[in-house]
């Protein structure tokens, strides 16, 4: 059962309303694909960052003062946060309070949070799922900022329209973001903190990564802009190359590409979400909970359970 | 079909036969289980140990200074490297070279690099896999050797009976360790370039997280270690604390505890890995791609998507 008024209340830009619906989302229980499927018509709109790279590299800061540049364009932005913070540190997000102080009193911003925090996977499908809502409910732009560390983040910057992958001079080694998987993600690069020493070699080095890449002449080639957020200085040239890439890609018609492949994962991920919460069930954790101890016992491989336990979903699913 | 001869000449510790199943496993076909179920039962007797930690902290030399020790003692040791290397580096590991120099000629060692390239996740399941044959295959100490940096990562870590978290002066935050989930998996710590300024300050800091965290003190309680790997010092300690990590867990019968959770969290591995094998089959694929468009034009949601292709998988499970 969903609540009508509520969702109306949504694409009224209600504040209240939009957490909600929100929370009901992170929920992530068979309700909230009914709130996604009423809302879906209302999609489409927004236009969707992502913004990647190392923990320290000064994501929240250009996100910040990104927002604050559409803000005074009248565009309403809604940022997803997404931090890998563990169950150890109860989720506290240390970005969290500067960032409320600077642009949160704004109503034409909505900052939303998300932890790994007790999460079994299926946070890439949250993330997405908070931007439909923020996405119908009217939001311009919508920013993910993720730690670009794991699988799942890297699904959310892949999930944007434009992705971004901050770096630093320091953090240096481009080679450490290429084994993460960060350059194949990024449509362009921001050297953030430039104006620190060795940022000239970090700028080469990236450079020269980018060269070896084997690539199309037409196709979009990242470029490097050089930034320091904490001063505002080339927040304006990262907002100009974001508008760049839309062009570029809807000139030669890549959004539509884009998007199947985004459309591809996003189904394939709640498939198979919709499938381990079934399996999962209390019918199945029991039956997995008795195999167990024939497996301790060394007497049967893990493998000859797993079968088992399909075999028993094959007859309740 | 299984090739008993393989398995025979595996169980006598022929290198090319461990190196070929190892091969068959990584490969994930249907024969791969048939292997493992078969190797099941000569399984459980080697001592696994987790090596994981930010990029840059000195896994790897701590891994071969460790296993040239081990080696003193006559153990055998199989080493599991896994690197999230992005499909543009090609798979090159850079630390491989110097390793194969420094112990690769040993014939009492065997080590197996595993890149998460081209892998649609799996790669705990087949890390684990591979630490199975090398079991059966009679080695004495199996390490896996991973960056910390994503969830699949941190389960292989999780897989080992002991779990070392190494981390650096200047990678210096615990903070973000923490943040990665490091915290809660390490058995005990290690403090690596600990010659280095501010080592005494990473020290104290991540003393103090340690202290802040509950504990009960009929529990196990992570010790810090410093080391300079480079230079062999603090090898032996580690060493030690593996050792008497593993006292500890065997007196207070705490071993039986964590193969349970463990096998658990593995089955459900296996399960969930054959079920998306069975589901995205080339019907599975063929379905989903007719579907595509119709989210695109705007249609239909994702979500109804999903729930019409499991439909039409309960009828072909």
């Given at each position: 059962?969903?609540?009508?008024?509520?969702?109306?209340?949504?694409?009224?830009?209600?504040?209240?309303?939009?957490?909600?619906?929100?929370?009901?989302?992170e929920?992530?229980?068979?309700n909230?694909?009914e709130y996604?499927?009423?809302?879906?018509?209302?999609?489409?709109r927004?236009?969707?960052i992502g913004?990647t790279g190392?923990?320290?590299?000064?994501?929240?800061?250009?996100?910040?003062?990104?927002?604050k540049?559409y803000?005074?364009?009248?565009?309403?932005?809604?940022?997803?946060?997404?931090?890998?913070?563990?169950p150890?540190?109860?989720g506290?997000l240390?970005g969290?309070?500067?960032?409320m102080?600077?642009i949160?009193?704004?109503?034409?911003?909505?900052?939303?949070?998300?932890?790994?925090?007790?999460?079994?996977?299926?946070?890439?499908k949250?993330?997405?799922?908070?931007?439909?809502?923020?996405?119908?409910?009217?939001?311009?732009?919508?920013?993910?900022?993720?730690?670009?560390?794991?699988?799942?983040?890297?699904?959310?910057?892949?999930?944007?329209?434009?992705?971004?992958?901050?770096?630093?001079?320091?953090?240096?080694?481009?080679v450490q973001?290429?084994?993460a998987?960060?350059?194949?993600?990024?449509?362009?690069?921001?050297?953030?903190?430039?104006?620190?020493p060795?940022?000239?070699q970090?700028?080469?080095?990236?450079?020269?990564?980018?060269?070896?890449?084997?690539?199309?002449?037409?196709?979009?080639?990242?470029n490097?802009?050089?930034?320091?957020?904490?001063?505002n200085?080339?927040?304006e040239?990262?907002?100009?190359?974001?508008?760049?890439?839309?062009?570029?890609?809807?000139?030669?018609?890549?959004?539509?590409?884009?998007?199947?492949?985004?459309?591809?994962?996003?189904?394939?991920?709640?498939?198979?979400h919709i499938?381990?919460?079934k399996?999962?069930s209390?019918?199945?954790?029991?039956?997995?909970n008795?195999?167990?101890?024939?497996?301790?016992?060394?007497?049967?491989?893990?493998?000859?359970?797993?079968?088992?336990?399909?075999?028993?979903?094959?007859?309740?699913?």
């Amino acid at each position: 059962m969903i609540n009508n008024n509520l969702i109306e209340k949504l694409l009224k830009q209600d504040r209240r309303s939009i957490a909600r619906v929100i929370t009901i989302v992170e929920s992530n229980d068979y309700n909230s694909n009914e709130y996604l499927k009423e809302i879906h018509k209302n999609t489409g709109r927004a236009y969707r960052i992502g913004i990647t790279g190392p923990p320290g590299a000064g994501k929240s800061t250009i996100t910040n003062q990104l927002t604050k540049l559409y803000r005074k364009q009248n565009l309403k932005v809604a940022i997803i946060a997404v931090d890998p913070t563990s169950p150890f540190t109860g989720g506290a997000l240390l970005g969290d309070r500067v960032r409320m102080n600077d642009i949160g009193m704004d109503s034409g911003v909505f900052i939303r949070s998300m932890a790994t925090r007790g999460s079994l996977g299926g946070l890439s499908k949250k993330a997405i799922d908070a931007a439909d809502v923020f996405d119908a409910a009217g939001f311009d732009i919508i920013i993910f900022e993720t730690v670009g560390v794991g699988q799942s983040e890297l699904d959310i910057a892949q999930a944007a329209d434009t992705t971004i992958v901050v770096l630093v001079p320091e953090s240096g080694d481009s080679v450490q973001a290429m084994k993460a998987g960060l350059m194949e993600i990024a449509d362009f690069f921001v050297l953030n903190k430039s104006d620190r020493p060795g940022s000239q070699q970090s700028y080469t080095a990236l450079q020269t990564i980018l060269m070896i890449k084997d690539h199309d002449k037409n196709l979009w080639l990242p470029n490097i802009i050089k930034s320091v957020a904490s001063e505002n200085k080339g927040i304006e040239e990262i907002a100009n190359e974001i508008e760049r890439h839309k062009i570029f890609m809807a000139e030669k018609n890549l959004f539509t590409l884009k998007r199947e492949k985004q459309t591809k994962v996003r189904i394939k991920e709640i498939v198979e979400h919709i499938l381990k919460d079934k399996l999962w069930s209390q019918t199945g954790e029991n039956s997995l909970n008795l195999s167990i101890e024939k497996v301790i016992l060394g007497n049967l491989s893990p493998y000859q359970i797993a079968e088992e336990i399909i075999e028993e979903f094959k007859n309740r699913i």
